[in-house]
């Protein structure tokens, strides 16, 4: 059944691709590319992140604080992202996304990366202006190609995989079915989807606002920076499966797992600005809502319930001052099966507190 009801889709979604007429001008496009690139994906990195497990905790134990160090490394590599007048390059963003997500343990010998995960990825953006309604538009739609692995060989069922691994790491595995040591994982996906991304300005500036009065004028004792604009992206995705898995993951994993992302990037300029000119802006800070459902069967997961089937974070993040790409970041999240390569039995709830990069935006104009 999901499998027809998602090959309708993307051959829909495909239809729309090659049969809506582009609306939108050459400027409004370069626009629009300039908001995809400052709202995608940040890499972040987190110190002694905090992890409660619900179930299934690494290795078997009542722990609450296993790891380090949390990094999610995401870098963008964009072709296309200028002006042309060609029109293939006017229409199209292609962003080449190499993904590697590492948890290093801080409860086992030498402070191990055990599994790291590795995501390439690549997307090809097709700038539209689809009408919705109430004067909400698609901004462009998207496919791409997505590889998940964690680079290990080892046994995939933590039972076959006991006899080669070293005694004093059998506990690792401990309340596991997969072999969370070293077992292989690999999949394969087509990503699809489309972005509702748009850009606000204020019709006045607003300075002295919340804590932008903590940099003020020393001579007028006003802050510097008043709040000009808002960025905003909600970005629908499903990830196709494509492949034939080497791991046994029928009735442990999601293999219909949509997806929903929501950005608002709130930007400042100089509190003296005429908001009626080209403003100069800088992003003072961005609030990121992410949400996943797993359909199709994996009640085979020890203690499975419907919350096994919800994945959901929130992340916070602050511009420092004097610096372009860096900002400090607060995130909490809920894995109700962890998407961190063979770890899909695990439960937990999580706090991470660090810092962010990303292409935000800095002394531009939308």
């Known amino acids: 059944m999901f499998q027809h009801l998602f090959r309708i889709i993307i051959l829909s979604i495909l239809f729309v691709f090659l049969n809506c007429p582009v609306l939108i001008g050459q400027k409004d496009k370069l626009t629009q590319k300039k908001l995809i690139k400052v709202l995608e994906d940040e890499s972040t990195l987190s110190i002694l992140p905090f992890y409660h497990y619900l179930e299934n905790s690494i290795g078997g134990e009542d722990t609450k604080f296993p790891f380090a160090l949390d990094a999610h490394i995401s870098p963008h590599f964009y ?86 691994i070293r005694d004093e790491y059998e506990y ?36 002295n606002s919340s804590w932008l009065k903590l ?11 008043a709040f000009c604009s808002t960025n905003y992206l909600l970005r629908v995705n499903y990830n ?6 080497k791991t046994p993951l029928d009735g442990y994993y999601s293999f219909y797992r949509p997806s929903i992302t929501f950005k608002m990037a709130r930007n400042v300029v100089s ?39 919800l994945n959901a974070r929130i992340t916070y993040h602050v511009r420092l001052p004097l610096s372009s790409n860096i900002a400090i970041m607060a995130q909490a999240g ?33």
Do not use: C
């Not at 940099?215 to 920076?225: A, C, I, L, R």
């Open 79 to 164: 072709m296309f992202n200028e002006g042309s007048d060609h029109p293939f390059g006017k229409n199209i963003l292609i962003d080449i996304n190499p993904q590697v997500d590492v948890r290093i343990f801080r409860i086992q010998e030498s402070v191990p990366v055990r599994t790291a995960s590795y995501k390439p990825a690549a997307k090809l953006h097709w700038l539209q202006d689809i009408n919705l309604f109430g004067g909400i538009k698609i901004r462009n739609l998207y496919v791409g190609y997505l590889h998940h692995s964690n680079g290990q060989d080892g046994n995939s069922i933590a039972a076959l995989a006991a006899n080669d």
């Open 215 to 225: 940099v003020n004028d020393e001579e007028t004792g006003n802050s510097k920076f």
């Open 271 to 309: 509190s003296g600005a005429d908001i009626n000119e080209t403003l100069i802006e800088r992003e003072l800070d961005r609030f990121n809502v992410f949400l996943s459902w797993g359909f199709g069967k994996m009640d085979l997961i020890e203690n499975f319930n419907t919350l096994t089937r």
């Open 240 to 245: 196709i499966h494509v492949g034939n898995p």
């Open 172 to 207: 690792i595995n401990d309340s596991h079915h997969f072999n969370v040591y070293n077992g292989d994982f690999s999949l394969n996906f087509i990503p699809v989807g489309f972005d509702i991304a748009f850009y606000k300005r204020r019709n006045a500036l607003k300075p």
């Open 334 to 366: 809920f894995n109700g099966s962890d998407s961190y390569n063979i770890y899909l039995e695990d439960k937990n709830l999580y706090f991470k507190l660090g810092i962010s990069t990303g292409s935000f935006l800095y002394n531009e104009s939308i």
